[in-house]
């Protein structure tokens, strides 16, 4: 089975902190996706990472930036939270070539007060 | 621009009410359209994936299908457990998804 392990499943961190939130797979993926989920706004992409060190913009990437060191590990840092990122964050890996499928970690709730 | 529209948005039915859920996607070349279920507070799981029109694919009480502009999740015979929001995703040419709003799903006993 796919695992995808997200570090922390619930964050509350102050405005104007630096927060960081890793993922880890454990399928030898290229493809990883950082998506945040909002009620009636859906699954929004905010990077991605073809592979190790590259790294590419999705729809909302404003106020995140993101690091790809090792094949297995994704993070996505805040690098001065705001009230606005509040949301649940999803990490989701997948192998190169088209039509793969995405798999998701459980998602990490963030609130930013 | 792709678009994947779910609908209904919400859907209650009567456990062993069969139904089915509608996703409508135009995208530029179709790459696979995926079936996820997401349980309140947790990371959708995978269910699905269909690549061309005339496809079908089942998993217990689910049933998957696929034409030229949209899919069914048909269920047959629901469950108080299958309750969940059902979401789609159709990928395109260049390998992105495209996420539908998804439909919340209850099951009453």
């Known amino acids: 089975d796919v695992k995808v392990t997200q570090s922390s499943r619930y964050l509350v961190k102050r405005t104007g902190e630096k927060v960081f939130l890793e993922c880890v797979q454990d399928m030898d993926h290229e493809n990883m996706f950082w998506y945040r989920q909002d009620p009636g706004l859906g699954l929004r992409l905010i990077y991605f990472s073809y592979d190790v060190k590259m790294k590419e913009k999705g729809d909302i990437p404003e106020g995140y930036s993101v690091s790809r060191e090792k094949k297995e590990r994704f993070s996505l840092i805040l690098e001065s939270a705001s009230t606005n990122q509040t949301s649940m964050y999803l990490c989701?890996?997948?192998?190169?070539?088209?039509?793969?499928?995405?798999?998701f970690g459980e998602g990490s709730w963030l609130t930013v007060v | 621009e792709d678009q994947v529209t779910q609908s209904p948005e919400a859907l209650r039915l009567q456990e062993g009410e069969s139904s089915s859920l509608n996703c409508s996607y135009t995208v530029s070349g179709l790459r696979g359209l995926f079936w996820y279920r997401q349980d309140p507070g947790k990371g959708p799981e995978f269910l699905f994936t269909?690549?061309?029109a005339g496809e079908e694919k089942e998993k217990e009480r689910l049933k998957a299908t696929l034409t030229k502009k949209e899919s069914f999740l048909h269920i047959t015979a629901p469950k108080p457990e299958d309750s969940a929001t059902y979401l789609c995703?159709?990928?395109?040419?260049?390998?992105?998804?495209?996420f539908g709003g998804g439909t919340r799903l209850m099951v009453k006993p």
């Open positions: 269909l690549y061309s």
């Open positions: 989701a890996s997948r192998s190169s070539g088209s039509g793969n499928t995405i798999y």
């Open positions: 995703a159709a990928g395109n040419a260049g390998n992105m998804l495209t």
